[in-house]
């Protein structure tokens, strides 16, 4: 069973930054997609940073464009921790921010392993 616990949410101002920190149950071993969500006020959860693990044939990361250069998501497999480094923080960044995990593909895949969410709040 995999189960996430997550960390490092908080208040920041527009500009500042802040790093998240999601930490695995298990080590999984096989190629799966980890990835960060969040889900601003009064809107749908949407994914914002994958890493693609292929089965260690090299991992492949990406992002929604609404964080695109501004947010690095990094995992450390030795410590089965996904981390979530965001920068630059606006107003339409805060949301509940949480990890899931999928044991497929990023694109098209399942995500059934989900974290409890921590909640990101920025204000200027």
């Known amino acids: 069973q995999i189960q996430l616990f997550e960390s490092g949410g908080g208040s920041v101002q527009t500009g500042g930054s802040l790093s998240l920190s999601c930490t695995s149950s298990t080590y999984i071993g096989r190629s799966y997609c980890v990835a960060w969500f969040r889900q601003p006020p009064g809107k749908e959860r949407e994914g914002i940073a994958f890493?693609?693990?292929?089965?260690?044939?090299?991992?492949?990361?990406f992002y929604h464009d609404s964080v695109k250069g501004r947010f690095i998501i990094s995992q450390d497999n030795a410590k089965n921790t996904l981390y979530l480094q965001m920068n630059d923080l606006k107003l339409d960044d805060t949301a509940m921010y949480y990890c899931?995990?999928?044991?497929?593909?990023?694109?098209?895949?399942?995500?059934?392993?989900w974290g409890q969410g921590t909640q990101v709040t920025v204000s200027s």
């Open positions: 890493i693609f693990t292929n089965g260690g044939a090299g991992d492949t990361s």
């Open positions: 899931a995990i999928s044991l497929q593909h990023c694109t098209g895949g399942t995500f059934n392993y």
